[in-house]
C-alpha cells in the first residue's frame, strides 16, 4: 500500500520561512513532487525531486532523502498569496499518489 | 507548461441523471490520462487511468459502470458519472503527464441534487 502523511495544518508569519515535512512509503518510487492548491482550484506545480538533495527554484526549495523516505517543502520570504495548502506527491512509476495537503495560512 | 482544459467548470444536476465531464490536453498529445476526485479538505484520490484506444484502469473501490471513461483521441478523454447521487457531489480533475511531470486540469466541481 502507499502512505504518505504530512502535517494538516501550519501557521507562519509574512517574511518568515516555513518548512513543510512529507514522509512516504510506498511500493515503488522513482519521484517526489510538490504542488500548490487554492481552495477550489486544481493543484500547480511547484518542484520535483528524484535524487537526493536540494532543488531550488526561486522562494520554494524541496530536499528529499530517499533513504529516509522523507521530503521537505521550504517557503522562503512568505507572502500572503502563499496561503494555500500543499500537497506532496509520490510517483510509483506509472501512478501518483498524494498526501492528504498541509493547510498553510500565513499572517501578517 | 502543458496546458490541460476540463469542461465544464461547473455542473448541478438531479439525482439519478448522468452527467459528462471532459479532459482535453491543449497544447501535446496525451496517450494517458488520469481521473481524480477531490472531497472538501481531503486529498486528491485516483479513480482511474484512461488509456488512448483501450479499457480504463479503474482504482479498487471505484466503480467502471458509474464513472465510465473514454479516451477517443490523443487530446480527449472524457469522465460520465452515470445515475449521480448527491455523495457523488465532488471536484473532479483530470491530469496528464508530458514528460513525466503531472500537470492538471482547472477541475469540474459537480453538486448532486
Known amino acids: 500500500g502507499q502512505n504518505i502523511d504530512q502535517p494538516t495544518e501550519m501557521t507562519a508569519t509574512e517574511g518568515a520561512i516555513v518548512q513543510i515535512n512529507c514522509t512516504y512509503q510506498t511500493s515503488g518510487f522513482n519521484g517526489l513532487f510538490w504542488y500548490q492548491q487554492h481552495a477550489g482550484e486544481a493543484p500547480t506545480f511547484l518542484s520535483y525531486n528524484v535524487l537526493d538533495g536540494l532543488e531550488e527554484k526561486g522562494r520554494f526549495s524541496s530536499f528529499l532523502s530517499r533513504s529516509k523516505g522523507y521530503s521537505y517543502l521550504l517557503l522562503k520570504e512568505l507572502q500572503m498569496k502563499d496561503s494555500a495548502s500543499y500537497l506532496c506527491a509520490v510517483s510509483d512509476f506509472n501512478k501518483f499518489y498524494f498526501g492528504s495537503g498541509t493547510k498553510l495560512n500565513v499572517k501578517p | 507548461g502543458a496546458v490541460v482544459s476540463q469542461h465544464p467548470s461547473w455542473v448541478i444536476c438531479k439525482s439519478g441523471t448522468s452527467v459528462k465531464i471532459e479532459c482535453r490536453s491543449l497544447?501535446?498529445?496525451?496517450?494517458?490520462m488520469f481521473w481524480y476526485r477531490q472531497f472538501p479538505k481531503q486529498s486528491l484520490m485516483l479513480m482511474a487511468t484512461s488509456n488512448e484506444g483501450s479499457k480504463a484502469t479503474y482504482e479498487q473501490g471505484v466503480e467502471k459502470d458509474k464513472f465510465l471513461i473514454n479516451h477517443a483521441s490523443l487530446t480527449l478523454s472524457t469522465l460520465t458519472v452515470t445515475s449521480a447521487h448527491p455523495e457523488d457531489s465532488s471536484f473532479y480533475i483530470c491530469?496528464?503527464?508530458?514528460?513525466?511531470?503531472?500537470?492538471f486540469g482547472p477541475g469540474t466541481r459537480l453538486t448532486v441534487l
Open positions: 497544447d501535446f498529445q496525451a496517450t494517458t
Open positions: 491530469s496528464a503527464r508530458p514528460d513525466g511531470v503531472p500537470f
